[in-house]
């Protein structure tokens, strides 16, 4: 059974750098039927999605994020990053990586999700 | 694409019928996803495509639509559906998701 799980700091200061790691297990990263993408959902408002990476390192981004966001991934260690810089308040979220199916693009397997809180 | 979901909420009682209804700004041919959340956990997929179910779904679940306008239908609520349904669009990028609708028992 495919699990993702989102690790990295709970608390972040404003204008630094969010950091998170998606786990994979039980499936492969390098998979040429998957993409892995992040979706955010801030504390009782909806879900927005950030970006989404395929396992060759092509990458696609939310426009209202780009100029911030970097998606990397590992293969050898069967996980993908999420790095989003010059945070504010506004980017506190429950952050949640998923997996896509390439057939359609919408997101079969997603992570528990991990809360980042922007705060000084 | 924004991605427009109604009611924003509503209670229902255990064994109705309900329907959720998702309009998109623009045509999505059929490239609709409806997931459930309940709180504090990740949303589930539901259905993909407009109307298949992914694995595991019950079939009182069904979902349907084209272009535009789409439905998600629980034909006999059950306890455990009590939740937040989002739609969400995979036509184009951004990928964009409903507002979402929250369902509670009446």
């Known amino acids: 059974q495919l699990q993702l799980q989102e690790s990295g700091p709970g608390l972040v200061e404003p204008s630094e750098t969010l950091s998170l790691i998606c786990n994979v297990s039980?499936?492969?990263?390098?998979?040429?039927?998957?993409?892995w993408g992040w979706i955010r959902q801030p504390p009782g408002k909806g879900l927005e999605w950030i970006g989404n990476?395929?396992?060759?390192?092509?990458?696609y981004y939310n426009p209202s994020l780009e100029t911030r966001v970097t998606i990397s991934i590992d293969t050898s260690k069967n996980q993908f990053s999420l790095k989003l810089s010059s945070v504010t308040a506004a980017d506190t979220a429950v952050y949640h990586c998923?997996?896509?199916?390439?057939?359609?693009?919408?997101?079969?397997?997603w992570g528990q999700g991990t809360l980042v809180t922007v705060s000084s | 694409i924004r991605m427009t979901q109604s009611p924003s909420s509503f209670s229902a009682s255990t064994g109705n019928r309900v329907t959720i209804t998702c309009r998109a700004s623009?045509?999505?041919?059929?490239?609709l996803a409806w997931y459930q959340q309940k709180p504090g956990k990740a949303p589930k997929l539901l259905i993909y495509?407009?109307?298949t179910l992914q694995s595991g779904v019950p079939s009182r679940f069904s979902g349907s639509g084209s272009g535009t306008d789409f439905t998600l239908t629980i034909s006999c609520l059950q306890s455990e559906d009590f939740a937040t349904y989002y739609c969400?669009?995979?036509?184009?990028?951004?990928?964009?998701f409903g507002q979402g609708t929250k369902l509670e028992i009446k």
């Open positions: 623009q045509g999505i041919s059929s490239y």
């Open positions: 998923a997996r896509l199916n390439s057939l359609g693009y919408y997101f079969d397997y």
């Open positions: 495509a407009v109307s």
């Open positions: 039980g499936g492969s990263i390098s998979s040429s039927s998957y993409y």
């Open positions: 990476i395929y396992y060759s390192g092509s990458t």
């Open positions: 969400q669009q995979y036509y184009n990028y951004p990928y964009t």
